[in-house]
């Protein structure tokens, strides 16, 4: 797994399956593993197309669109 910097209002792209589409969600929380708790291994994030909010592995996020400044 590789440790990525994401945060809360990123907008990534986002391929769950190597057969699915992909699509762009926006994340919501990001949820640190338990043995490093502040890398970001699970990801709350709501697709900007259809609304489903889902939470999926950090693995799927396959780039950071547009990040938010902080």
Known sequence: MISIAIKAGDF???QEDRLEDWYIGQVI???G???EP???TLIQVANIDN???KIISSDYVK???N???N
Do not use: Q, Y
């Open 29 to 31: 929380k990001c949820i």
């Open 12 to 14: 990534a792209l986002v």
């Open 63 to 65: 780039g950071i669109i």
């Open 51 to 53: 609304g489903l909010v």
């Open 67 to 69: 990040s938010k400044k």
């Open 38 to 40: 502040k890398d970001c």
């Open 33 to 35: 593993g338990a043995r």
